[in-house]
């Protein structure tokens, strides 16, 4: 399993989707078979992405949201704020200026404290959603939105990430830039 979560990683790190969905659609079975709760999230943020890119924001959505409850139950921090900005950014696409600077606030505050560890961490879409949430906060409300969101403790953040990611009816996002598939 550990096997195929980390080709299915390598495949869309490499921007071969098609290859990555066939990895992580052999890899999930097994997980939730084995209750291999370490990597279900991985691969279930992975079929996110690549959802993500295709235009299905619900099913990214979904996909993040399913990543989220295992991720919190494991205590797993460090993926829980790579989770945070990938929603976070979706909602700044959407229209969720506010609530999305938040979540990046928060998740900001997590990798500084535990550390990060996730393709999800090094989309340069999520540098673009920022700047596009502060144009339309305007500085000051941004600033304030962002202070919030670091204070936010990461059980809060989880439960507002969640509720976001419900809520949001963006249908289809812009394409991200070339640059933005991960480190």
């Known amino acids: 399993v550990f096997i195929l979560e980390n080709l299915a990683g390598l495949a869309l790190l490499r921007g071969d989707p098609a290859a990555a969905t066939a990895l992580v659609r052999e890899a999930l079975p097994l997980q939730r078979k084995i209750g291999h709760t370490w990597g279900a ?26 990543a989220m409850a295992i991720a919190e139950e494991r205590g797993d921090r460090v993926f829980i704020g790579g989770l ?43 540098q673009e959603a920022r700047e596009m949430a502060r144009r339309a ?15 936010l403790p990461w059980h809060r953040a989880i439960n ?21 598939r991960g480190r």
Do not use: M
């Open 41 to 66: 999230p991985y691969s279930l943020s992975i079929q996110a992405e690549i959802s993500r890119r295709e235009g299905n924001v619900g099913a990214a959505l979904s996909y993040y949201r399913e």
């Open 84 to 126: 945070l900005t990938a929603i976070g950014s979706i909602g700044a696409y959407c229209g969720e200026a506010e609530r999305s600077v938040r979540l990046l606030g928060a998740a900001e505050k997590l990798r500084e404290t535990v550390g990060s560890w996730s393709h999800l961490s090094g989309r340069a879409g999520d």
């Open 160 to 180: 507002e990430a969640i509720a976001l990611a419900q809520e949001l009816e963006c249908q289809q996002l812009p394409q991200p830039p070339p640059d933005s």
């Open 137 to 151: 906060l305007g500085e000051e409300p941004f600033v304030a939105a962002w202070s919030a969101g670091r204070a």
